[in-house]
């Protein structure tokens, strides 16, 4: 990736835990001062809009793109219209600056990744032996046989000191703290 903006992945099979690491992850960097932003990438057909909302409506009139703006959030969305789903580096330029974007899936991407696994995972079959950019695991089971590091997938923090560790991380710009 050639973006300024450190990037680090969590990937695993469905049901490995992904979301709940991601989500973790958010919450451990925010605390430590940080601002991160996340990409998902979705499988299947998936819609953040509601059918007879006024936005869906817009889109399904053929709008290119529609952004939802209140006073709290606004959001964006574009409808590719048989376009080609844009690569990962495009979707990161889109994004606005921060400190670090934690990557939930894109297997097949080159960024450093964790490899989420647990009992209950929809395939038992690791990624790691055939993904390069996989530089750890984190697991709900001890694994013993692994040449790559390997963390308790509740170790929140441990995880996150290794991410920085890896990616070099610098100290976040702004501090959510207040200053006595």
């Given at each position: 990736?050639?973006?300024?903006?450190?990037?680090?992945g969590?990937?695993?099979?469905?049901?490995?835990?992904?979301?709940?690491l991601?989500?973790?992850?958010?919450?451990?960097?925010t605390?430590?001062?940080y601002?991160?932003?996340?990409?998902?990438?979705?499988h299947?057909?998936?819609?953040?809009d509601?059918?007879g909302?006024?936005?869906?409506?817009?889109?399904d009139?053929?709008?290119?793109?529609v952004?939802?703006?209140?006073?709290?959030?606004?959001a964006?969305m574009?409808?590719?219209r048989?376009?080609?789903?844009?690569?990962l580096e495009?979707v990161?330029?889109?994004?606005?600056?921060?400190?670090?974007v934690l990557?939930?899936?894109?297997?097949?991407?080159s960024?450093?990744?964790?490899e989420?696994r647990?009992?209950?995972?929809?395939?038992?079959e690791?990624l790691?032996?055939?993904?390069p950019?996989?530089?750890?695991?984190?697991?709900?089971q001890?694994?013993l046989?692994?040449?790559?590091?390997?963390?308790?997938i509740?170790?929140i923090?441990?995880?996150a000191?290794f991410?920085a560790d890896?990616?070099?991380?610098p100290v976040?710009?702004?501090t959510?703290?207040s200053?006595?």
């Open positions: 990736m050639s973006t300024k903006t450190p990037v680090f969590i990937t695993g099979w469905k049901n490995t835990g992904k979301t709940t991601v989500t973790r992850l958010v919450s451990e960097f605390q430590r001062g601002c991160v932003s996340t990409i998902k990438h979705a299947h057909n998936f819609d953040i509601q059918k909302r006024d936005s869906y409506k817009h889109r009139a053929g709008a290119h793109e952004a939802l703006v209140s006073g709290n959030r606004w964006l574009h409808e590719l048989g376009a080609d789903e844009p690569t495009e990161i330029e889109r994004l606005s600056p921060c400190d670090l990557i939930e899936g894109y297997k097949r991407e960024h450093p990744k964790i989420s647990r009992v209950e995972g929809n395939s038992k690791p790691a032996p055939q993904d950019a996989i530089v750890a695991i984190a697991s709900d001890p694994l046989e692994e040449n790559l590091p390997v963390f308790d509740d170790t923090e441990e995880i000191d991410i890896y990616i070099k991380l976040p710009r702004k959510n703290q200053v006595s």
